[in-house]
T-cell receptor, first 115, second 113 residues
Framework: SQTIHQWPATLVQPVGSPLSLECTVE??????LYWYRQAAGRGLQLLFY??????ISSEVPQNLSASRPQDRQFILSSKKLLLSDSGFYLC??????????????FGPGTRLTVL | AQSVTQPDIHITVSEGASLELRCNYS??????LFWYVQSPGQGLQLLLK??????LVQGIKGFEAEFKRSQSSFNLRKPSVHWSDAAEYFC???????????FGGGTRLMVKP
């Protein structure tokens, strides 16, 4: 069966520090991958998605970036964190190459607090 | 462009009472519809989905949802709520463009003993 992992689970970082969040998927190949952010009391905001290695699409311009160095690995990064980057970051995957409308499967999330 | 509206930000029900969470969508073709649940500090779990066929779909944990094309709605229901159902619920619509999902703003459910 497929599983999705995210780490770290929680992170406290000072303003201006770098960021690296990692997401890995097991039990499937060539998945679509997604990064979402959930600010306190808010809904989900899609940040990035990827349909293959090295293929990244950005939904919202900001100081974050994403990379997909391997088929089942998705990394969210920042060179300098802002206070507004605080939130709950969720990674998700969906099957690739099938009909539209496939559900997305979510990881456990990373709680990021920027001080 | 596709969109999802969940009109109720918060809902409180008594344990054992019935529940209905509302979801309205906007989509130019036949939508693919989903309900997810999120417990505090955790990821989202899929409750149920509608792709085609029977408009009443059954999900996990005793939930069901009914697709009503004429009303552009996909409301979530449960006949008897348990205290463990307290969580946030998200409705989502998807379709083309690489399986993008658009999520509603969520409804936070509180359950009174």
């Amino acid at each position: 069966s497929q599983t999705i992992h995210q780490w770290p689970a929680t992170l406290v970082q000072p303003v201006g520090s770098p960021l690296s969040l990692e997401c890995t998927v097991e039990g499937t190949s060539n998945p679509n991958l997604y990064w979402y952010r959930q600010a306190a009391g808010r809904g989900l905001q899609l940040l990035f998605y990827s349909v293959g290695i090295g293929q990244i699409s950005s939904e919202v311009p900001q100081n974050l970036s994403a990379s997909r160095p391997q088929d089942r690995q998705f990394i969210l990064s920042s060179k300098k964190l802002l206070l507004s980057d605080s939130g709950f970051y969720l990674c998700a995957w969906s099957p690739n190459g099938r009909q539209q409308g496939n559900e997305q499967f979510f990881g456990p999330g990373t709680r990021l607090t920027v001080l | 462009a596709q969109s999802v509206t969940q009109p109720d930000i918060h809902i409180t029900v008594s344990e054992g009472a019935s529940l209905e969470l509302r979801c309205n969508y906007s989509y130019g073709a036949t939508p693919y519809l989903f309900w997810y649940v999120q417990s505090p500090g955790q990821g989202l779990q899929l409750l149920l989905k509608y792709f085609s066929g029977d408009t009443l779909v059954q999900g996990i944990k005793g939930f069901e949802a009914e697709f009503k094309r004429s009303q552009s709605s996909f409301n979530l229901r449960k006949p008897s709520v348990h205290w463990s159902d307290a969580a946030e619920y998200f409705c989502a619509v998807g379709g083309y463009a690489g399986n993008m999902l658009t999520f509603g703003g969520g409804t936070r459910l509180m359950v009174k003993p």
